[in-house]
Every structure is written in structure tokens, then in C-alpha cells.
């Protein structure tokens, strides 16, 4: 059974920092598994929004608002993906999910998912 943990979320002022982490296990194959995987985020009354994306072979996508702030990055041989989110802005609140595809693609869907960890921003 695939299961994905997240941790990392809190409560940050405008301008802050936070770091998420998302902890695979049981996927087929392991570590030697090539998945996409990616960060979504969903904030009240709002739809789901993919954040960051990671190929298997390091190769990201950003959604336009993150880009430049966010950094999204994976260590294989932890079966961990990261989320480094600087200079956050009360918009970036939300509920952050972790989640992995049952593929090299990142635009075929998402078939694993995380809990979630929430993420606020005071102003």
C-alpha cells in the first residue's frame, strides 16, 4: 500500500519560511520506482492548484505564483520529496498535499495522495 506523510506545514508571517517534506513508502519498486511526483495546494472556498511538479529526472514546473519563491526537490534513496517555500505572502495559505503519479508523467494524473499539511500566513 502506497502511502505519502507530509510534515512541515505551520503558522509563518509574510516574508517567512517553510520547508515541507513528504515521505513515500510502498511504491512499487521502491527507490529504483520513476514516478512524477508534485506539490498541489487547496485554500478555502478555492479549488485544488498544482504548486510544483518533479520528474523522475529532476526536471521541475512551477505555477506562475510560486515561481522564484518555491523550490521543489526530491532525494530518491530517501523516497522523499521537498517543498522550500521562502518569502511566503498570505495567498500561499492553504492546505498542501503531497502526491505521486503511477508514472515518468506529470500530466497524467496524480494517483497517490497525501493528507495534507496546513500552511498559514499571517499578514
Known amino acids: 500500500q502506497v502511502q505519502l506523510v507530509e510534515s512541515g506545514g505551520g503558522s509563518v508571517q509574510a516574508g517567512g519560511s517553510l520547508r515541507l517534506s513528504c515521505e513515500v513508502s510502498?511504491?512499487?519498486?521502491?527507490?529504483?520506482?520513476?514516478?512524477?511526483m508534485g506539490w498541489f495546494r487547496r485554500a478555502p472556498e478555492k479549488e485544488r492548484e498544482m504548486v510544483a511538479t518533479m520528474r523522475d529526472d529532476g526536471v521541475a514546473t512551477y505555477t506562475d505564483s510560486v515561481k522564484g519563491r518555491f523550490t521543489i526537490s526530491r532525494e530518491k534513496v530517501k523516497n522523499t520529496l521537498y517543498l522550500e517555500m521562502n518569502s511566503l505572502i498570505p495567498e500561499d495559505a492553504a492546505m498542501y498535499y503531497c502526491?505521486?503519479?503511477?508514472?515518468?508523467?506529470?500530466?497524467?494524473?496524480?494517483?497517490?495522495w497525501g493528507q495534507g499539511t496546513q500552511v498559514t500566513v499571517s499578514s
Open positions: 502526491a505521486a503519479s503511477g508514472s515518468w508523467y506529470c500530466d497524467r494524473g496524480f494517483h497517490y
Open positions: 510502498g511504491y512499487p519498486g521502491g527507490s529504483a520506482a520513476s514516478y512524477c
